[in-house]
């Protein structure tokens, strides 16, 4: 749907491989079968670190793993001393600081926040995708002002992403986009922004943004797939709206995809709470049936108990789907603006040919062992 939000100048080359940008739109689940560093880049547990509107998680990606980052520095005798971040206090222009817990009145209880950033830029975000972090002695040390004599070595340790990172991974994506149309390289174009849709999506699903995903903590297990997947599923095609408009320009990236998390965020507690009710008044051997799919009988809410939350929602879930159908097109307008407006009339020609990371995917996919939290539940 998001095809139809674009100008004439790139409407034609999405809409020609419109069959390619729906059937590759769940890579990135796929890709949840592959390596253990997908699964987090679908969600953000935000509610874990606080309450709404979540002032403690910086919107900035290295000031968020540097908050909830440790410093474990090893000492020749075998013990290990620690320096955990508690908290970014703001200050006037550029005297930002960053304060700790320490294990030992050796290390400092509060550094100045820029050459700390610059230090994580440097030496740990390379890392990121590495199974353990490990930073130079000597450059830590002299940051810290701290005798670098009888320091092994000096790992970090990440406590802040395995509860999600999404609003962060979509900044980076709309940047490999817009890196993708400057390329002209059809195939880069049609993958990512396949994929980043996907995860826009995903954005604007309330149960994507709260440590209670799959209800269990409320006793709603099966609530992610009844939102997200059940109810389109029964309701989209027929009745939902899809004409929302000409994509817009995205001025500001990164308040955009957080006023999407935070939107989704505002109704978890009407998602929860009201298919909690329901679940409570309506008849329980009327809440789920059995339907053939793919020659298998499978358990799911019934077409009536479905409909009964639909309507219960006032329209929720519509208006989540409209507003992800307008914010996929926007930021693909958006990359391709910021790339130059390149012409993609001579692209038009060249069909797309499954690459090896699309066969690993499928590969990996077909295995059926997800790596990482389960998508829902």
């Not at 005297?95 to 100045?112: E, H, K």
């Not at 990996?364 to 062992?369: H, L, S, V």
Request: net charge negative; charged share 25%; hydrophobic share 40%.
């Amino acid at each position: 749907m998001a095809v139809f939000t674009l100008p004439q100048e790139m409407m034609p080359f999405f809409r020609h491989h419109l069959e390619y940008l729906t059937d590759h739109a769940v890579d990135p689940d796929k890709r949840r079968y592959a390596t253990k560093h997908e699964a987090v880049r679908h969600y953000i547990d935000i509610d874990h670190w606080g309450t709404y509107p979540f002032p403690e998680v910086p919107r900035d990606w290295t000031d968020a793993l540097l908050r909830y980052g440790e410093l474990q520095f090893i000492r020749d005798q075998g013990d290990t001393l620690f320096l955990r971040s508690t908290k970014i206090v703001r200050g006037r222009s550029r005297a930002d600081t960053v304060r700790f817990q320490v294990s030992d009145p050796s290390l400092p209880l509060a550094l100045p926040l820029l050459p700390y950033r610059k230090f994580w830029q440097s030496h740990v975000l390379p890392q990121y995708y590495e199974d353990e972090w490990r930073v130079p002695v000597d450059t830590i040390t002299r940051l810290l002002g701290v005798s670098a004599v009888g320091i092994r070595e000096v790992k970090v340790v990440d406590h802040f992403s395995e509860y999600g990172i999404i609003p962060y991974h979509l900044e980076r994506v709309q940047q490999e986009l817009a890196k993708a149309f400057e390329s002209k390289n059809p195939a880069t174009i049609l993958r990512v922004a396949a994929e980043f849709g996907h995860y826009i999506g995903d954005a604007h699903v309330p149960l994507h943004t709260t440590e209670n995903y799959n209800g269990a903590m409320t006793n709603q297990i099966g609530i992610h797939a009844f939102w997200e997947s059940r109810l389109p599923e029964l309701f989209a095609d027929e009745t939902y709206d899809n004409y929302v408009g000409g994509a817009a320009y995205i001025a500001d990236k990164k308040k955009f995809f957080w006023d999407a998390v935070l939107s989704s965020h505002a109704l978890v507690d009407s998602v929860l709470k009201v298919e909690k009710r329901l679940s409570q008044t309506y008849p329980g051997d009327q809440q789920y049936c059995f339907e053939e799919r793919l020659g298998r009988s499978v358990r799911t809410q019934c077409e009536a108990y479905a409909a009964a939350y639909h309507k219960a929602m006032g329209g929720m879930v519509e208006a989540r789907w409209r507003a992800a159908i307008m914010a996929i097109g926007s930021a693909w307008f958006t990359a391709w603006v910021d790339a130059g407006q390149p012409d993609l009339r001579p692209l038009l020609g060249k069909d797309y040919v499954e690459d090896a990371e699309a066969e690993a995917l499928n590969k990996a996919y077909q295995a059926g062992e997800a790596k990482g939290r389960p998508h829902e539940g």
